[in-house]
Nanobody, 129 residues
Framework: QVQLVESGGGLVQAGGSLRLSCAASGRTFSSYHMGWFRQAPGKEREFAAAISRSGGITYYADSVKGRFTASRDNAKNMVYLQMNSLKPEDTAVYYC??????????????????????WGQGTQVTVSS
């Protein structure tokens, strides 16, 4: 069983930066692919970024590519999302998620919420204009 706890959200001005953190429980964190998703009010939860078990491969939604960077520190059971050049449309609740089952880390499957087994509680990010 995996528990995920997020932090780092808050209010920031457009053009600013935030770094989200997700702390994971479990002895086998390094075996999990991790994803970041976001959900704006009235909208479906959407994919933002994903990072492979070792951190060597990342995928990003087109809307955040070039601005967001996912990283992880397996020794600390932590995954991060560095968000730069933030825009008002980035305003959403951000969730980290873990894929615990063995599965190919591909550009399509990482975007599917159904492929993730555990989810954090979410952290609010608000970007003012």
């Amino acid at each position: 069983q995996v528990q995920l706890v997020e932090s780092g959200g808050g209010l920031v001005q457009a053009g600013g930066s935030l770094r989200l953190s997700c702390a994971a429980s479990g002895r086998t964190f390094s075996s999990y692919h991790m994803g970041w998703f976001r959900q704006a009010p009235g909208k479906e939860r959407e994919f933002a970024a994903a990072i492979s078990r070792s951190g060597g491969i990342t995928y990003y939604a087109d809307s955040v590519k070039g601005r967001f960077t996912a990283s992880r520190d397996n020794a600390k059971n932590m995954v991060y999302l560095q968000m730069n050049s933030l825009k008002p449309e980035d305003t959403a609740v951000y969730y980290c998620a873990a894929q615990t089952a063995l599965e190919t880390f591909g550009s399509f499957v990482v975007r599917l919420t159904s492929r993730y087994d555990y989810w954090g509680q979410g952290t609010q990010v608000t970007v003012s204009s």
